[in-house]
């Protein structure tokens, strides 16, 4: 297995590239430079989606849920909605729960009807529920649950670009 690292981590340099995740037998590749949050919640749906696939759903079920977390730590960098650095974000959660609080940030920016904003709340904390559920539980997660979750984050991201525009 070392040896076979060795071999790729030469493959990448000569080609200018680095491993991001494996997915079961693939290997996926970007280029060398920093990745914006909103990049990483891309990638983190694209490898829910192969790891649906493959049949892993509590591990998809990870991916999807940071994807939705990714994306809201973006928004509150970029929205014109009171913005908050990373940084700042950091230091607001700062031995709190760090999740549930960029959740309230979100919420707190979101436009709408009152019944609208609490449903995309709850299905965010259904999400993250289901993650800490798949990280730390030994309880099986169908595949029609992960479906399920898929369409959810999915749908959580629509409605984030729906209210704050696609930044």
Same mark, same amino acid.
Do not use: W
């Given at each position: 297995?070392?040896?076979?690292?060795?071999?790729?981590?030469?493959?990448?340099?000569?080609?200018?590239?680095?491993?991001?995740?494996?997915?079961?037998?693939?290997?996926?590749?970007?280029?060398?430079?920093?990745?914006?949050?909103?990049?990483?919640?891309?990638?983190?749906?694209?490898?829910?989606?192969?790891?649906?696939?493959?049949?892993?759903?509590?591990?998809?079920?990870?991916?999807?849920?940071?994807?939705?977390?990714?994306?809201?730590?973006?928004?509150?960098?970029?929205?014109?909605?009171?913005?908050?650095?990373?940084?700042?974000?950091?230091?607001?959660?700062?031995?709190?729960? =760090?999740?549930?609080? /960029? &959740?309230?940030?979100? !919420?707190?920016?979101?436009?709408?009807?009152?019944?609208?904003?609490? *449903? %995309?709340?709850?299905?965010?904390?259904?999400?993250?529920?289901?993650?800490?559920?798949?990280?730390?539980?030994?309880?099986?997660? =169908?595949?029609?649950? /992960? &479906?399920?979750?898929? !369409?959810?984050?999915?749908?959580?991201?629509?409605?984030?670009?729906? *209210? %704050?525009?696609?930044?």
């Amino acid at each position: 297995m070392r040896k076979m690292c060795v071999n790729i981590r030469k493959k990448c340099k000569k080609m200018h590239k680095k491993i991001i995740f494996f997915c079961v037998h693939e290997i996926f590749f970007v280029p060398l430079r920093r990745k914006t949050m909103k990049q990483k919640a891309v990638n983190n749906l694209e490898a829910a989606k192969c790891l649906i696939l493959k049949h892993l759903p509590t591990e998809s079920v990870h991916c999807l849920y940071y994807a939705v977390f990714q994306y809201m730590m973006y928004l509150l960098k970029h929205t014109d909605r009171n913005p908050l650095t990373y940084e700042k974000q950091k230091e607001l959660t700062q031995g709190k729960d =760090s999740h549930l609080l /960029t &959740l309230q940030e979100i !919420k707190n920016r979101m436009n709408g009807k009152p019944s609208v904003i609490k *449903n %995309f709340y709850d299905t965010v904390v259904e999400l993250k529920n289901a993650r800490v559920t798949a990280d730390y539980s030994t309880d099986p997660i =169908s595949e029609d649950d /992960t &479906l399920d979750y898929q !369409k959810k984050a999915e749908g959580i991201i629509s409605k984030l670009k729906q *209210n %704050f525009g696609n930044l």
